[in-house]
T-cell receptor
Framework: NAGVTQTPKFQVLKTGQSMTLQCAQD?????MSWYRQDPGMGLRLIHYSVGAGITDQGEVPNGYNVSRSTTEDFPLRLLSAAPSQTSVYFCASTARGGMNTGELFFGEGSRLTVL | AQKITQTQPGMFVQEKEAVTLDCTYDTSDPSYGLFWYKQPSSGEMIFLIY??????QNATEGRYSLNFQKARKSANLVISASQLGDSAMYFCAMRAGYSSASKIIFGSGTRLSIRP
């Protein structure tokens, strides 16, 4: 009963360092997405994927890369971290089609601080 | 382009009163879905309720109902008989279109505080 699993939960980086936030889901969901949450800004969509091998940009994609080699995994890469990327990151997934409403299932979040 | 707007940054409500959280949306797609999520201080995102653009009746889930006014492009969340545990951030979200490629975007949220 894992659902959506994000790692790490906390990370501190120095400016210019790179890192990958991992996201895995075990619900066979086609759709996966990454959001960032800043105070007073709500959740903003970074990148999303509608299936293995297919990704697309969201509202705030700059500074982030993603790939989707399997249905289960959707990692988010920061190539050169900047203080502006300090935020809480959420991975979410959902099933599409049929009777599904498309509600998102969220991971617990990853708090990233860039110094 | 699609857009979600929540104009109430914060609200205070007395316990047991009903509360309405506002949400307006904009999309040119005739098929869309609207969602409300709750985020308590612990940080997890909790799905509350869903409304499809073609649904004839307003969605209800227990104490939550969605006041869907299509012509006004509004999808307000109504919480009846509020409880202390309802204190949280509330987010409205929209998926424009029903294709597998439709992305989901969120509003900026409303912080609801319930007074005892």
């Amino acid at each position: 009963n894992a659902g959506v699993t994000q790692t790490p939960k906390f990370q501190v980086l120095k400016t210019g360092q790179s890192m990958t936030l991992q996201c895995a889901q075990d619900m066979n969901h086609e759709y996966m997405s990454w959001y960032r949450q800043d105070p007073g800004m709500g959740l903003r969509l970074i990148h999303y994927s509608v299936g293995a091998g297919i990704t697309d940009q969201g509202e705030v994609p700059n500074g982030y890369n993603v790939s989707r080699s399997t249905t289960e995994d959707f990692p988010l890469r920061l190539l050169s971290a900047a203080p502006s990327q300090t935020s809480v990151y959420f991975c979410a997934s959902t099933a599409r089609g049929g009777m599904n409403t498309g509600e998102l299932f969220f991971g617990e979040g990853s708090r990233l601080t860039v110094l | 382009a699609q857009k979600i707007t929540q104009t109430q940054p914060g609200m205070f409500v007395q316990e047991k009163e009903a509360v309405t959280l506002d949400c307006t949306y904009d999309t040119s797609d005739p098929s869309y879905g609207l969602f409300w999520y709750k985020q308590p201080s612990s940080g997890e995102m909790i799905f509350l309720i869903y409304q499809g653009s073609y649904d004839q009746q307003n969605a209800t889930e227990g104490r939550y109902s969605l006041n869907f006014q299509k012509a006004r492009k509004s999808a307000n969340l109504v919480i009846s008989a509020s409880q202390l545990g309802d204190s949280a951030m509330y987010f409205c979200a929209m998926r424009a279109g029903y294709s597998s490629a439709s992305k989901i975007i969120f509003g900026s949220g409303t912080r609801l505080s319930i007074r005892p």
